[in-house]
Structure formats: C-alpha cells, structure tokens
C-alpha cells in the first residue's frame, strides 16, 4: 500500500466543528488511509496515525524515538524551538537517562499511596467547590475547580507549602503557554521557579518529610550517590509541565461530557460505584487531547502493512485511536460502565503517563467530590455552544460554565 495520497496533505491537527465530538475525517482516516500525509502548523510534513493498533504499535516500539531535535525530524508548531514537544519535560528527560529516571520518580505512585491521597484530594476539591458555590451560580468548573485541584496536588508531591501554590499555578501556566505571555514574562517566571525550587531543595535536604523530593534525596543517598538539585529541579518542572493542564483541562472536559447528556448525570447519581469506570469512559471518548504523540524514526520501519521510510515524524493520534470500532464497541457511544477498557489515553509503552494513578486519583475523587456536593448541578449554556481550545499540548473546553 502506498503512502496516502501525496496531492492531498490534510493540515494537522484536523479542525472539529463541535466542542465534545471528533471531527469526522478521523473515521474516514481510520478506514481509508490509516498512514496518512500531513502537514503540521509549521509547515512541514508529517504521517498520521489514526487506527488503535497501529497507534499502539508505535508507542510500544523503541524505533520511534522522542528525538524531535534530530535535523530532518519536523517542527511541531512554527516558533523555533518546536514548542513545548522540545523543552521542559523533554529536555528532563533524556532518552539515555530516562529510564533510570522513570523507576526512582515511578516509585512513589504506589497504589498505597493513591489510596492514602485520596482523602487530602477530596478535601482539596471540595475547599474548591466551597468556593465556588460561596461565588454563586453560574460559575466556571474549570477555572474554579479544574484548574487549581492538579496544581495543588503536585504543590502537595513536591513538599511546597499551601501558601506557595497561587505562585505555582502562576508559573506553571507561563511554562505551558506558548502564547498568553511574553518571552520576558516566561523568561522571568523560569527563573523565580529555579530560585524556587533551589532553596526549596535545600531545605528538603536539612528536613526531609513524606514529599517525593525527600523520596528521591534519600534514594540517592542510599545507593550511595546524591541526586544532584538539577535533576530534583527538572523532576519538579517536568511533573508540572505533565500533570497540570492535562489534568486540568480533562476535569472540565470529563464533566461536561457528563453533563452534556444529562442522563449520564442522573446514571452516576442513581449508582456512584459508576464513577471508576466512568472516569475511564470519558478518558476514551475525549475528542481534543490536544496534538497527538510525535515520534521520530530513524529506520525504516513498517506499520500496518505500510513501510514508513526512515527520518519521518510520526504522529499518534490518540484520540481518534480510542474510537477505531475495530478496538471499541460501539466505539462514539458513552458507556459509564465499559469494561474491559483498554484506552490509549496515557499513552502506551516506555513513555506512557508515569502519572496516571494520580490522575485517575484526582479524577474519581472530584466526581465522587461533584455528586455529593452539587447533584443538581448542570450546564448553564447549551452543550452545543462550549468552546474548545485547540491547544497545541493538550486540547480544552476554553470554560465549563454551569449551575447547580
Ligand atoms: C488526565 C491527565 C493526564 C493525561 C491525559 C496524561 C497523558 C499522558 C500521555 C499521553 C503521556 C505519554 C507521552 C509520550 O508518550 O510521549 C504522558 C506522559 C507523562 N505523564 Fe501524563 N497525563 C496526565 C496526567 C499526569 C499527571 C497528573 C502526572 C504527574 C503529576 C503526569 C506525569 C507524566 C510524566 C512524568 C510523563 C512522561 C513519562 C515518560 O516520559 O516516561 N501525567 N502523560
């Protein structure tokens, strides 16, 4: 099978004419042309993958590397440094220490350690629906609740006192944004954090507590080495990098999808044991992740019956992925109790979300958090007239506006 069709480049990320929903190529992508041309916000060009296997396949293969510095691998967006596919996070994480990296930090989301966060995280989500009731309807979910849970919960991993989280949500959101701030601003709040973090460390170092800063010092220590403050800094920086807007933004998407269809609602009210699985559901059925996963390869290699030629850039489209009939029945329906349910939300292989227990955590416990508190909660606009955020990291509703 031949390549797609080279007079026809599609422009990726592919527009979705409605907030909650797919757009309808991906399906015909699925079915026709499963490694397909495309062409990224900067100009270049790229192949995507649409079909759960093959999404799968790649993920899990060490051939396709993260190496979007290699010289012919494609710029993601059209800003030089390829956005944030090629900063924070991915400068951490170096493939030659990454794996290392990834068992020490992987330790500390034990599934005792879920369960014993759990009850600070409910208690965090309903200080932020206190608030936000205290405000009146209606309100933004997102800004009022989605937002700020995530932060405070790796503010909580790192150690960092309450007090200090309005400056880390602060500077995480300059981190992420590729547009809202200056350079000078971004510049600025990299350089507050560093300061940061640095005295933090510091005072980690003298009075250790039960925070995964103190976890890795006292890992090194017993190995015999000293995990140096620039790797503790990079480990700080790339989990807020990870796990704020991400989570963030799959609140308010997970509740408006909830809410969208308010008998999905009323089925978690009637049997709240729902929620697990539900949480997974909406995981699946999420429509705007954001860009997809890139990888780079520098051999040819062959995926679904196609051989892709060696130093293309790869994109994985996880979403569309978690909608091939051919791995999900009934695959654009909503089924708050899907079982099994193998989604490719976290990703799959070597570089799958280290967070995911937490994320899951953090989202069963605002539901859980939501039904209790506010069961008569629902939109305040119609389903129809939320706005996404095609957001070049992760994809968003720009504000969940409800009441109660
Ligand atoms: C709903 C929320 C989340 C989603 C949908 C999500 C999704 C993902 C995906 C798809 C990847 C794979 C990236 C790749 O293969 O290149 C990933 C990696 C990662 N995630 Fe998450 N994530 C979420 C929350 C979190 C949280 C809460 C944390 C930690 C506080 C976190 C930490 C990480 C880290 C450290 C990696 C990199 C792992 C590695 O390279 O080995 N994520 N995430």
């Known amino acids: 099978m031949a390549l797609g069709d080279t ?17 309808a190529e991906w399906a015909r992508l699925r079915q026709g042309c499963p490694v397909a041309h495309v062409r990224l916000p900067s100009g270049d060009a790229a192949t995507l993958l649409t079909r759960y296997d093959d999404v799968k396949h790649v993920l899990s293969d060490p051939r396709f590397t993260r190496d979007l510095n290699a010289p012919d691998a494609a710029r993601i967006a059209a800003n030089e440094s390829g956005g944030v596919f090629n900063s924070g996070l991915g400068r951490a994480l170096r493939e030659e220490h990454h794996q290392q ?9 034990t599934a005792k350690r879920m369960t014993a966060l759990r009850p600070g995280i409910e208690a965090m989500a309903e200080r932020l629906v206190d608030g936000m009731v205290a405000s009146g309807a209606p309100a933004d979910l997102k800004a009022a609740l989605g937002f700020p849970l995530p932060v405070w919960v790796i503010c909580d991993m790192l150690g960092v006192p309450e007090s200090d989280r309005d400056k880390f949500a602060y500077w995480s959101n300059t981190l992420l944004s590729l547009t809202r701030y200056t350079q000078a601003e971004i510049d600025a709040a990299q350089a507050e954090f560093a300061d940061y973090m640095g005295a933090h460390i510091a005072a980690t170092r003298q009075d250790p507590g039960d925070d995964l800063i103190s976890e890795l010092i006292a890992a090194a220590a017993g190995a015999g080495g000293v995990m140096p403050d620039e790797a503790l800094l990079a480990t700080a920086q790339g989990l807020l990098v990870a796990g704020h807007e991400t989570t963030a933004n799959m609140i308010g998407k997970m509740v408006g999808m909830l809410l969208a269809d308010r008998a999905r609602w009323e089925a978690l009210l009637a049997d709240p044991s ?21 990888r780079y390869i520098t051999e040819d290699a062959e995926v679904g019956g196609t051989v892709i030629p060696r130093g293309t850039t790869v994109v994985c489209n996880l979403a569309a992925a978690n909608r091939d009939e051919d791995a999900f ?6 089924d708050l109790a899907r079982t099994p349910n193998t989604h490719l939300a976290f990703g799959a292989g070597a570089h799958s979300c280290l967070g995911q227990s937490l994320a899951r955590t953090e989202l069963q416990a605002v539901l859980d ?7 008569t909660l629902e939109l305040a606009v119609p389903a129809a007239e939320l706005e996404r955020v095609d957001g070049l990291v992760v994809g968003g509703l720009r504000a969940l506006p409800v009441r109660w």
Do not use: C, Q
Request: overall charge neutral; proline content about 13%.
């Open 274 to 294: 729902l929620v697990r699985t539900a949480v997974e559901e909406a995981l699946r059925a999420d429509a705007n992740p954001g860009f997809g996963i890139p």
């Open 369 to 375: 958090v939501l039904l209790r508190r506010l069961p």
């Open 329 to 334: 029945a009934r695959a654009d329906e909503l």
């Open 101 to 109: 990296w990834r068992r020490m930090v992987g330790k500390w989301f």
């Open 7 to 23: 007079d026809h480049v599609l422009d990726y990320p592919i527009p979705s004419p409605a907030a909650l929903e797919p757009p």
